[in-house]
Nanobody, 117 residues
């Protein structure tokens, strides 16, 4: 299984970024997916998750810290999960990981750095 994140970078407060994660080695459409993050010296924080259900029934959920600012989505045809991050704050600075699962994360990507300063 391989998860490859991209889209991180250095932005100013209030700006936006869109993270992408391409999955291989799994039947992507059958798996719930999440984004988690880890800031220096802090524990891993779950950020957002999206179910594997067909789009009509698909559900997304968010940590309170990002609700209303971040949007998770997926394109099963491209084996890709996205995280649209708007109104970024300095406290969003972290290494962002794409993971398989909602509450139990079986596979991780290598991470992409987001710095808001």
């Amino acid at each position: 299984v391989q998860l490859v994140e991209s889209g991180g970078g250095l932005v100013q407060p209030g700006e936006s970024l869109r993270l992408s994660c391409v999955a291989s080695g799994i039947t992507f459409s059958r798996h719930d997916m999440s984004w988690v993050r880890q800031a220096p010296g802090k524990e891993v924080e779950w950020v957002a998750g999206i179910t594997s259900l067909p789009s009509l029934f698909r559900a997304a959920s968010y940590a309170d810290s990002v609700k209303g600012r971040f949007t998770i989505s997926r394109d099963n045809a491209k084996n890709t999960v996205y995280l649209q991050m708007n109104s970024l704050k300095s406290e969003d600075t972290a290494l962002y990981y794409c993971v398989v699962g909602l509450t139990r994360w079986s596979y991780w990507g290598q991470g992409t750095q987001v710095t808001v300063s």
